[in-house]
């Protein structure tokens, strides 16, 4: 059984900061991919940012420059550093590790960005 679990979501003002962290734990050796997803009222989840085993990143066309994704892989945990909020980044965050052709996905945390 895998469980992923994010947290640091919250209320910022534009032009603020948050940091999301995911943490995994279970029976299982590490991700071979983490990624960081947000899904707004009424749109379809995207992907913001995943970072392979290796340290391999990519990033959405909306976030690159502004957010950051780590990763530790001892801890099998990832981090996504967000600078320069913006109101159009209000969503429910997820997390989601992959392994194979599995994905596990955690809760979800809400960020909110004020104008």
């Known amino acids: 059984q895998v469980q992923v679990v994010e947290s640091g979501g919250g209320l910022v003002q534009a032009g603020g900061s948050l940091r999301l962290s995911c943490a995994a734990s279970?029976?299982?050796?590490?991700?071979?991919?983490m990624g960081w997803y947000r899904q707004a009222p009424g749109k379809q989840r995207e992907l913001v940012a995943a970072?392979?085993?290796?340290?391999?990143?990519m990033y959405a066309d909306s976030v690159k420059g502004r957010f950051t994704i780590s990763r530790d892989n001892a801890r099998n945990a990832v981090l996504l550093q967000m600078n320069s909020l913006k109101p159009e980044d209000t969503a429910v965050y997820y997390c989601?590790?992959?392994?194979?052709?599995?994905?596990?996905w955690g809760q979800g945390t809400q960020v909110t960005v004020s104008s």
């Open positions: 970072i392979t085993s290796v340290g391999s990143t």
């Open positions: 279970g029976t299982f050796l590490s991700f071979d991919v």
């Open positions: 989601k590790g992959e392994i194979g052709v599995r994905g596990y």
